[in-house]
Every structure is written in structure tokens, then in C-alpha cells.
Nanobody, 126 residues
Framework: VQLVESGGGLVQAGGSLRLSCVASGFTFDDGAIGWFRQAPGKEREGISCISSGDDATYYAGSVSGRFTISKDLAKKTVYLQMDNLKPEDTAVYYC????????????????????WGKGIQVTVSS
């Protein structure tokens, strides 16, 4: 399994970005896939996850109402639409997946996940 993120960059506060994660080799039969981020000097956090087998989703409070996760099974791609971005959203964003963990547990687990992408930088200027 290989997870490859794209779509990051520099944006002004209030702007939008859409991240993509192509999950080559991930079956989307069980488990979940989602987005994590790590800001400088802070711990990595799970911000949004989606179930492989259905459309169940989870959002951390910090992004709820601003970010939307979705998936395209035909393209084996998971998206994170990020709207109304704030400077505190600046971080390296990672895609991660697990063959077993359910959606909420995936987002709340920082170690032992089956697959991780290399990460992509998102910078929000004030």
C-alpha cells in the first residue's frame, strides 16, 4: 500500500485548499482512512477520517464545520476540502489508513497504524 498526498501549498486566511490522497493498493474493504496533521512544536493529531466500507466520518473539533472529507473509490482517492482556513491550520498534513480500525478509532490513534503517507505542507498566512 502506498499513500501519496497532494494539493498542499500557501493560502491566505479565509481561503480554501483541497488535499488528495491516492491510496494505491488499499482495498477500501475494511478499516478506515483519514487525515492527520502536525504543526511545529505540537503533537500530531487526527483531524478527519472516513470509513472504508461506508460513509461514516469523524471530524476533530478544531476543523468541524470547515473541513469536509470524502472518497472516490474508483480513483482510490480520499479528499480533504479545507475551507475558511486559519493560520493555526498551518501544519504538515498526512494521510493514514488502517485495515482494521474503525473511523473514530483511526483518528484517535497516533501509533501503530498500518499505512502513512509522507506528508504535505499547508501554510496559511494571516
Amino acid at each position: 500500500v502506498q499513500l501519496v498526498e497532494s494539493g498542499g501549498g500557501l493560502v491566505q486566511a479565509g481561503g480554501s485548499l483541497r488535499l488528495s490522497c491516492v491510496a494505491s493498493g488499499f482495498t477500501f474493504d475494511d478499516g478506515a482512512i483519514g487525515w492527520f496533521r502536525q504543526a511545529p512544536g505540537k503533537e500530531r493529531e487526527g483531524i478527519s477520517c472516513i470509513s472504508s466500507g461506508d460513509d461514516a466520518t469523524y471530524y476533530a473539533g478544531s476543523v468541524s464545520g470547515r473541513f469536509t472529507i470524502s472518497k472516490d473509490l474508483a480513483k482510490k482517492t480520499v479528499y480533504l476540502q479545507m475551507d475558511n482556513l486559519k493560520p493555526e491550520d498551518t501544519a504538515v498534513y498526512y494521510c493514514a489508513a488502517d485495515d482494521v480500525l474503525m473511523v473514530k478509532n483511526l483518528c484517535r490513534t497516533l501509533s501503530g497504524l498500518d499505512y502513512w503517507g509522507k506528508g504535505i505542507q499547508v501554510t496559511v498566512s494571516s
